[in-house]
């Protein structure tokens, strides 16, 4: 059974960063897409990050500049980077794993190549 643990998250003043890390348990990580979903209060959840088996990033194009995502298939993990936070940034930050499928489509949580989520970690960043 695939656990997905995630950590990083706080309380923080806009403009500051804070790197939030997703570790996959489970063989063959490098098999494995990673995405990132954020649920801010009273929003749906939607994909903002997402990083495929290759190694290629992909960043929702509100948050280019700001966000970057990377993974380090030794430690079987997945980072979001945040930067310049801004007080609309507050949400609920999800991440998910699929061991099939890219990141083509990816902000749908709905679509069932999601298969393993880990908690959300609370982001909430003060003006």
């Known amino acids: 059974q695939v656990q997905v643990a995630v950590s990083g998250g706080g309380l923080v003043q806009a403009g500051e960063s804070l790197r939030l890390s997703c570790t996959v348990s489970?063989?063959?990580?490098?098999?494995?897409?990673v995405a990132w979903f954020r649920q801010g209060p009273a929003k749906e959840r939607l994909g903002i990050l997402c990083?495929?088996?290759?190694?290629?990033?992909y960043v929702s194009s509100s948050l280019e500049g700001r966000f970057a995502i990377s993974r380090d298939n030794a430690e079987n993990t997945v980072y979001a980077q945040m930067n310049n936070l801004k007080p609309e940034d507050t949400a609920l930050y999800f991440c998910?794993?699929?061991?099939?499928?890219?990141?083509?489509?990816?902000?749908?949580?709905?679509?069932?190549?999601?298969?393993?989520w880990g908690q959300g970690t609370q982001v909430t960043v003060s003006s």
């Open positions: 990083v495929d088996v290759t190694g290629t990033t």
């Open positions: 489970v063989w063959h990580f490098d098999k494995y897409v």
């Open positions: 998910a794993a699929s061991s099939r499928g890219l990141c083509t489509g990816y902000h749908n949580p709905n679509d069932p190549r999601w298969e393993s």
